[in-house]
C-alpha cells in the first residue's frame, strides 16, 4: 500500500468530524485506513472512495493489539496517526460506578498510548517527518461537572501528546486539537446547544471544516510539535 502522499491512519471515522476528516484526507491524494465501531453508509462510501476500513472497539485491549496487527499488514510505513474517536459519555449518578471512567481511560488513553508505541516503527519509515494528531477539547484542562471522566481522559491525553512528542522528535511531530462545539450531537437539547454555541466571541456553529484546515496545518508546518491548537471561538478570551 502506497502512496505519493503517504498512508494516513485515523479512527472513528465512521461519522461527523472523523467521517468527514477521511474523505477530505482522500481527496487530497492520502490512502487513509479508516477505523469504525458500527458500520455506517459513511464507512461503505469511504470504502468505495478507496480507503481500507477496519472494525475495532477501541475501548478493548485486544481489539486494539488487533488493529495494530491489522495495520502491520496492510501497510510498511505511515505518514500520520489521526486519534478521533472518542466517547462523549457523562458521568454516572451511581458515585461507586467507575464505568465510564475505566471506559474512556481505554479509549482516550490507552488506544492512543498502545497505537502511537506499536506503530511508531511505521512512521519511522515514512521517509518524511510524519504526525501523531490527538483530538482532544476545550473542556480538557478546564473540567466539566457533568463530563469528569470525559475531561480528565482528554486532559491525560493532552499529556501523552506532550510526552510523545518529546520523545518522537525530531522524526515524528505529536500535536492535539482541542475544539470547543463544533457541530452539535443529535442527542444535545437543541435550547441547551444553541445557548452554548452563543457563548464564545464568535458565536456560531463553524463546522467540520475548521478541523480539517487545523488537521491540515499540522501536517504541512514543519516545526510545529507538542502543542495544543485550540479551535474554540477564541472561548480564551471569556
Ligand atoms: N464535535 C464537536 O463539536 C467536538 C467538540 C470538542 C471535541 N471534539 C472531539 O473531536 C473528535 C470528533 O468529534 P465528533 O463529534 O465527530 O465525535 P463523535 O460524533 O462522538 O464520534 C466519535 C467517533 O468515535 C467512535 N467511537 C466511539 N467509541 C468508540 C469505541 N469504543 N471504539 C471505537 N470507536 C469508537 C465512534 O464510532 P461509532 O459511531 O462506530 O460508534 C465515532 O466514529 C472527538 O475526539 C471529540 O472528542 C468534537
Known amino acids: 500500500m502506497s502512496s505519493q502522499k503517504g498512508t494516513v491512519l485515523i479512527t472513528g471515522a465512521s461519522r461527523r468530524l472523523g467521517l468527514y476528516n477521511a474523505r477530505r484526507l482522500l481527496e487530497a491524494g492520502y490512502r487513509v485506513i479508516a477505523?469504525?465501531?458500527?458500520?455506517?453508509?459513511?464507512?461503505?462510501?469511504?470504502?468505495?472512495?478507496?480507503?481500507?476500513?477496519?472494525q475495532s472497539n477501541l475501548d478493548e485491549t485486544r481489539s486494539i493489539l488487533n488493529l495494530i496487527?491489522?495495520?502491520?499488514?496492510?501497510?510498511?510505513?505511515?505518514r500520520a496517526i489521526i486519534h478521533n474517536a472518542s466517547g462523549w459519555i457523562s458521568d454516572s449518578d451511581n458515585p461507586q460506578d467507575n464505568e465510564p471512567?475505566?471506559?474512556?481511560?481505554?479509549?482516550?488513553?490507552?488506544?492512543?498510548?498502545?497505537?502511537?508505541?506499536?506503530?511508531?516503527?511505521l512512521l519511522k519509515n515514512y521517509p518524511e517527518t510524519a504526525d501523531i494528531v490527538h483530538m482532544?477539547?476545550?473542556?480538557?484542562?478546564?473540567?466539566?461537572e457533568h463530563y469528569a471522566a470525559?475531561?480528565?481522559t482528554k486532559a491525560g491525553l493532552e499529556s501523552l501528546t506532550r510526552s510523545f512528542a518529546r520523545l518522537y522528535?525530531?522524526?515524528?511531530?505529536?500535536?492535539?486539537?482541542?475544539?470547543?462545539?463544533?457541530?452539535?450531537?443529535?442527542?444535545?437539547?437543541?435550547?441547551a446547544a444553541e445557548n452554548t454555541l452563543h457563548i464564545p466571541p464568535m458565536g456560531l456553529e463553524p463546522g467540520e471544516d475548521v478541523i480539517w484546515q487545523s488537521l491540515s496545518y499540522i501536517l504541512h508546518n514543519p516545526y510545529v510539535t507538542g502543542t495544543t491548537m485550540p479551535v474554540d471561538g477564541g472561548m480564551s478570551l471569556r
Open 169 to 191: 522528535a525530531p522524526k515524528v511531530k505529536v500535536n492535539a486539537i482541542a475544539p470547543y462545539l463544533i457541530i452539535m450531537n443529535d442527542h444535545d437539547q437543541l435550547a
Open 69 to 78: 496487527e491489522q495495520v502491520k499488514s496492510i501497510t510498511s510505513d505511515l
Open 150 to 152: 470525559y475531561a480528565a
Open 136 to 144: 482532544t477539547d476545550y473542556n480538557a484542562l478546564r473540567g466539566d
Open 101 to 121: 471512567l475505566a471506559h474512556l481511560f481505554k479509549l482516550h488513553m490507552e488506544a492512543p498510548w498502545l497505537i502511537n508505541r506499536s506503530l511508531y516503527g
Open 35 to 54: 477505523t469504525f465501531r458500527h458500520h455506517s453508509s459513511g464507512i461503505d462510501e469511504l470504502k468505495q472512495a478507496g480507503a481500507v476500513v477496519l
